[in-house]
C-alpha cells in the first residue's frame, strides 16, 4: 500500500476565510435557505453591456487562440492611455503586461522583483492572500499595525521605522485598501513613494479599487515615481471579477523579466477577456451607475450600522466594504459570522481573515451587492443583533 503523499510546507498557507464562509452559505442555500451575501468583495452587477458585447462578437470571430505574453497591444495602449486620461500621468505601452487578473500579476511581480527571502512590509489588516502569497513564494511579510491613529492607512514614518529595525526590501500597500476602504491621502501617498525611491525599497501600489471612492479620488503612486509596480484590475469597479483579467505598469528593466516570467506560467492572459476588456473603458456610464448604487449601500450602513451597537469602523473612502468593531458583542468574530450566517442568513467575513493577530473583535461586510439585497442584509442583521447580550 502506497503512502499519501505529502503537501509542501510551501502550500500550507492560512484558508482565505471569505471562500469558507462562501462555501458554508452556498450550502446552506442548496438546502433551501436564502442567504443575503456580505462576504464577498464582488459586484453585484455584471459586466458592462459593451463588455459582454465585445465577447460576444469575439466568439463569433473564433481567432482566440494564444496571444503575446505581455498582452494584446491594442488593450496595452488603452491602459496607457488611461492614465493619460484619469491621472495625467504619461504611461507607456511597453511598460503595461496583461496578467491574469491582479492575482497573476501579484506572482509576476513578486517573482520578479524579489529573491527568496525578501522581506516586503504590508498592513494589518490587510488582504490576507498577501501573506499567503508571499509565504509559498519563500518571502516574509512584515505587518506594519495600522488602526484609527492613522485612518487605517500606512505612513512613510511607519515604513521607515520597520527599515530601521531590520532591513525592507519592498513594500505592498493597497489604497483604497480591502478590508477597511480607507485611502492613502495624496500627500501620504508621494511620502511613501519617495522615502521607498531613496531607501531603495521596491513599491508595488495595489490600485484594484480605484474608481471606486466616495469623497477624494484615488491617486496612483505613478504620480511620484517611475519606480513603483502598479497592479490593477478589472474586477472591481469595471465588474470583471470571473473574467481573470489585470494589468501591471512596471519599471522598463522589469519587463523582459515579467515577460519571461509570463512566457512560462500563463503563456498569456485570456484572450477573450482581453478582447472584450477593451470596451471597458467607453462604459463609464453603466460603471458609474454601479458606483452610485455602492455609494447608497455605504450610506445606509454608515447610517443603520451604529444604532445597532456597531458604532466604531474604519473610514470607508473607498472600494465596498466596511471593517467595524463588533467587541460590544463578541470576543471571538469567527464564531460570530458562523452564528449570524446560521441564525440570520447573513455572510460575512471575520476579521482574523485580515488581522490574524487583532482580528478576534472584528468583521467585514462587503456593500457591493444590489441595493435590495444589502437593505435587506441590513434589516436582518438589525434585528438579529437585538437578540445579542452585549459583553459586560
Request: net charge negative; with cysteine.
Given at each position: 500500500m502506497t503512502s499519501p503523499l505529502r503537501p509542501s510546507r510551501r502550500s500550507a498557507v492560512a484558508p482565505f476565510m471569505a471562500m469558507d464562509v462562501l462555501r458554508e452559505a452556498r450550502a446552506l442555500e442548496r438546502a433551501g435557505r436564502r442567504i443575503i451575501h456580505m462576504e464577498l468583495g464582488e459586484p453585484g452587477a455584471p459586466a458592462p453591456r459593451l463588455v459582454r458585447e465585445a465577447a460576444a462578437a469575439a466568439l463569433r470571430d473564433g481567432a482566440l487562440g494564444y496571444g503575446e505574453a505581455l498582452g494584446e497591444i491594442g488593450l496595452r495602449e488603452r491602459i496607457a492611455a488611461h492614465y493619460g486620461e484619469r491621472y495625467g500621468v504619461d504611461v507607456t505601452p511597453d511598460r503595461v503586461i496583461v496578467?491574469?487578473?491582479?492575482?497573476?500579476?501579484?506572482?509576476?511581480?513578486?517573482?520578479?522583483?524579489?529573491?527568496?527571502?525578501?522581506?516586503?512590509?504590508?498592513?494589518?489588516?490587510?488582504?490576507?492572500?498577501?501573506?499567503?502569497?508571499?509565504?509559498?513564494?519563500?518571502?516574509?511579510?512584515?505587518?506594519?499595525?495600522?488602526?484609527?491613529?492613522?485612518?487605517?492607512?500606512?505612513?512613510?514614518?511607519?515604513?521607515?521605522?520597520?527599515?530601521?529595525?531590520?532591513?525592507?526590501?519592498?513594500?505592498?500597500?493597497?489604497?483604497?485598501?480591502n478590508p477597511t476602504g480607507a485611502m492613502i491621502g495624496a500627500q501620504e501617498l508621494e511620502r511613501i513613494s519617495r522615502?521607498?525611491?531613496?531607501?531603495?525599497?521596491?513599491?508595488?501600489?495595489?490600485?484594484?479599487?480605484?474608481?471606486?471612492?466616495?469623497?477624494?479620488?484615488?491617486?496612483?503612486?505613478?504620480?511620484?515615481?517611475?519606480?513603483?509596480?502598479?497592479?490593477?484590475?478589472?474586477?472591481?469597479?469595471?465588474?470583471?471579477?470571473?473574467?481573470?483579467?489585470?494589468?501591471?505598469?512596471?519599471?522598463?528593466?522589469?519587463?523582459?523579466?515579467?515577460?519571461?516570467?509570463?512566457?512560462?506560467?500563463?503563456?498569456?492572459?485570456?484572450?477573450?477577456?482581453?478582447?472584450?476588456?477593451?470596451?471597458?473603458?467607453?462604459?463609464?456610464?453603466?460603471?458609474?451607475?454601479?458606483?452610485?448604487?455602492?455609494?447608497?449601500?455605504?450610506?445606509?450602513?454608515?447610517?443603520r450600522l451604529p444604532a445597532?451597537?456597531?458604532?466604531?469602523?474604519?473610514?470607508?473612502?473607498?472600494?465596498?466594504?466596511?471593517?467595524?468593531?463588533?467587541?460590544?458583542?463578541?470576543?471571538?468574530?469567527?464564531d460570530f459570522c458562523r452564528r449570524m450566517l446560521a441564525e440570520a442568513g447573513v455572510a460575512a467575513t471575520p476579521g482574523p481573515d485580515f488581522d490574524p493577530g487583532r482580528g478576534a473583535t472584528t468583521l467585514r461586510l462587503s456593500y457591493a451587492g444590489a441595493p435590495s439585497q444589502v437593505a435587506e442584509g441590513v434589516a436582518r442583521l438589525e434585528d438579529w443583533l437585538r437578540d445579542q447580550a452585549p459583553r459586560g
Open positions: 496578467t491574469t487578473g491582479s492575482s497573476g500579476g501579484f506572482l509576476l511581480a513578486l517573482l520578479a522583483a524579489f529573491d527568496a527571502g525578501a522581506r516586503i512590509a504590508v498592513t494589518a489588516p490587510g488582504y490576507p492572500a498577501y501573506a499567503n502569497i508571499l509565504s509559498s513564494l519563500g518571502l516574509e511579510a512584515v505587518p506594519l499595525d495600522v488602526g484609527p491613529q492613522t485612518r487605517f492607512a500606512p505612513t512613510a514614518d511607519m515604513l521607515a521605522a520597520a527599515h530601521r529595525e531590520k532591513r525592507l526590501d519592498g513594500a505592498l500597500f493597497m489604497s483604497p485598501a522615502y521607498c525611491d531613496e531607501a531603495g525599497i521596491v513599491f508595488v501600489s495595489d490600485e484594484i479599487y480605484h474608481g471606486l471612492e466616495y469623497a477624494a479620488p484615488a491617486q496612483t503612486a505613478l504620480r511620484f515615481t517611475n519606480r513603483a509596480i502598479v497592479v490593477n484590475s478589472f474586477s472591481k469597479y469595471y465588474a470583471m471579477t470571473g473574467w481573470r483579467l489585470g494589468w501591471l505598469i512596471a519599471p522598463p528593466e522589469l519587463m523582459r523579466p515579467l515577460e519571461r516570467l509570463q512566457q512560462s506560467l500563463a503563456i498569456c492572459a485570456p484572450t477573450l477577456s482581453q478582447r472584450a476588456a477593451l470596451a471597458a473603458f467607453d462604459a463609464t456610464g453603466e460603471l458609474e451607475e454601479n458606483r452610485a448604487a455602492y455609494a447608497k449601500n455605504r450610506a445606509l450602513l454608515m447610517e445597532m451597537g456597531l458604532d466604531r469602523f474604519a473610514p470607508p473612502d473607498g472600494a465596498f466594504y466596511i471593517y467595524a468593531d463588533v467587541s460590544r458583542f463578541t470576543c471571538d468574530s469567527m
